[in-house]
C-alpha cells in the first residue's frame, strides 16, 4: 500500500476580501500593454484565493475590464507559454 503524505496549506495568513479587493482594483488602474498578461494572471489567482462565490462577484468589474484591455491590446499567449502578439488589422 503507498505511503500516505499530508501536505498542509502553504503560504501566509490568510488575507480579508476587501485587501484581496483592493490589490486587484490596484492591479487594474496600473496595468499596461506591457503589464497586462502579468496582471491579469496576478488577478486570476488573487481571485481564486476569496472562498464565497458572493464576495468574487465584488470583483467583476475589474476583471470585466482587466479581460477587456488584454483584447484590446491585442496580446496572448502562445501554446509554449511565451507572449505572442495578434497581428494588427489594416
Do not use: C, H, W
Not at 501566509?12 to 487594474?28: F, K, M, V
Amino acid at each position: 500500500m503507498a505511503k500516505r503524505i499530508i501536505l498542509n496549506p502553504v503560504g501566509g495568513p490568510a488575507r480579508s476580501t476587501d485587501d484581496i479587493l483592493r490589490e486587484i482594483r490596484a492591479i487594474y488602474f496600473k496595468t499596461t500593454r506591457s503589464t497586462i498578461l502579468d496582471d491579469f494572471d496576478r488577478a486570476i489567482d488573487l481571485l481564486k484565493t476569496i472562498d464565497a462565490p458572493e464576495e468574487r462577484q465584488r470583483a467583476t468589474v475589474y476583471m470585466d475590464g482587466l479581460a477587456e484591455m488584454r483584447k484590446e491590446f491585442g496580446v496572448a499567449r502562445n501554446p509554449t507559454g511565451g507572449r505572442k502578439q495578434k497581428a494588427q488589422r489594416s
